[in-house]
């Protein structure tokens, strides 16, 4: 079956501008993560949808940051106002039914803010 | 206070050969669980192993291998005989409730 699905796969924008970024999860995986990987780093957790609800969004770094799941399947993260230091892989991750289950990655975006 | 240490920013191991593959983790919780992740230069994330803080056997899969030490609150990763399509950064998470990543190890095979 097919695995997780990113769109785009690259990013350019410039400073200030607004980024959607999709992810298309597992069919039949309710859990969907969204993680943000920088330069020679592990990645590191933005939120995480149980369904169609952000059941926790605690590591999305300020209010520029948001997430919607709206059917429960296909996620959008949004990037308001973008800033250079916004550049990074951003991972999209689903799992069968909730966080205890094992998490399957997509291929990444990669965002680049000129 | 870092969660997950991966003390080894690069090895390298030649083809055929077992390498170990180091982590450590640091957690109060006593149901966690513990993962390692393969990322090749394509940038996905490849699952490979995952070991459950109460499961006491050591998890095997294929040529991955988890060598647990609770009481150390170590998870290392054995890949015994090596292949060249192994060279990848390999990732130790551990979940409490988000997945906390480590800093990653790049691994180098050579032939």
């Known amino acids: 079956g097919a695995g997780v699905s990113q769109t785009p796969s690259n990013k350019v924008t410039e400073k200030g501008k607004y980024v959607e970024l999709r992810c298309d999860p597992i069919?039949?995986?309710?859990?969907l993560y969204w993680y943000r990987q920088s330069l020679g780093q592990g990645p590191e957790f933005l939120i995480y949808f149980q369904g169609t609800g952000a059941a926790d969004d605690s590591g999305l770094p300020n209010d520029r940051f948001f997430a919607v799941r709206p059917e429960g399947s296909v996620s959008t993260l949004k990037i308001q106002r973008t800033e250079r230091g916004d550049s990074a892989v951003y991972l999209c991750a689903s799992s069968l039914s909730d966080r205890d289950e094992t998490q399957y990655f997509g291929p990444g975006t990669r965002l680049l803010v000129l | 206070a870092q969660k997950i240490t991966q003390t080894q920013p690069g090895m390298f191991v030649q083809e055929k050969e077992a390498v170990t593959l180091d982590c450590t983790y640091d957690?109060?919780?006593?149901?966690?669980?513990l993962f390692w992740y393969k990322q090749p230069s394509s940038g996905e994330m490849i699952f490979l192993i995952y070991q459950g803080s109460y499961d006491e056997q050591n998890a095997t899969e294929g040529r991955y291998s988890l060598n647990f030490q609770k009481a150390r609150k170590s998870a290392n990763l054995v890949i015994s005989a090596s292949q060249l399509g192994d060279s990848a950064m390999y990732f130790c998470?551990?979940?409490?409730?988000?997945?906390?990543f480590g800093q990653g190890t790049e691994l180098s095979v050579k032939p």
């Open positions: 998470a551990m979940r409490e409730d988000t997945l906390i």
């Open positions: 069919s039949g995986h309710t859990a």
């Open positions: 957690t109060s919780d006593q149901s966690y669980g």
